[in-house]
């Protein structure tokens, strides 16, 4: 599979508001929505607050800062364009900010030495065409 397949194969669908998160991914942003009418906060992006389902709400960039919710590491490749990188770890981390994600933890070392609660923060690296979320301990 070429690296260009792999692009092709992982590309998220189009769709208006994905499109957003991504360009502000693209530009060292991640951003989340929170909700005019209750205050809630969440990703992945909908149209509507997940909570009270009012469509008002209004993009926010997160500041990076996260904790380690839950984790595990992946020694079989869950798609073939991860093959070459087991094993790897993804996680349930949330933002400082409320909303939850899921993400991979990178440069932890040993994923045995990971600790629920633990301080991560954001780093955004270009992978397959895109700009994509990650996290590190800090
Ligand atoms: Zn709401």
Not at 48 to 70: V, Y
Not at 82 to 92: E, I, L, N, Q, W
Not at 102 to 118: F, M, R, Y
Request: glycine fraction near 6%; charged fraction near 25%; proline fraction near 8%.
């Amino acid at each position: 599979m070429t690296d260009d397949e792999k692009a092709a194969a992982l590309r998220p669908p189009a769709d208006p508001l994905g499109d957003q998160f991504w360009q502000s991914l693209k530009e060292g942003r991640l951003t989340f929505q929170r909700c005019k009418h209750c205050g809630n906060a969440w990703l992945p992006v909908r149209s509507e607050c997940p909570r009270c389902l009012e469509a008002d709400w209004a993009w926010e960039n997160a500041s990076g800062a996260a904790r380690l919710i839950s984790w595990v590491v992946y020694h079989r490749a869950f798609h073939e364009a991860f093959a070459d990188r087991v094993p790897y770890t993804v996680a349930v981390v949330e933002l400082t900010e409320g909303p939850r994600m899921t993400s991979n933890i990178i440069g932890a070392g040993d994923p045995e030495a990971l600790k629920i609660d633990q301080a991560l923060r954001l780093v955004i690296e270009p992978d397959f065409g895109l700009f994509v979320p990650r996290f590190t301990p800090v």
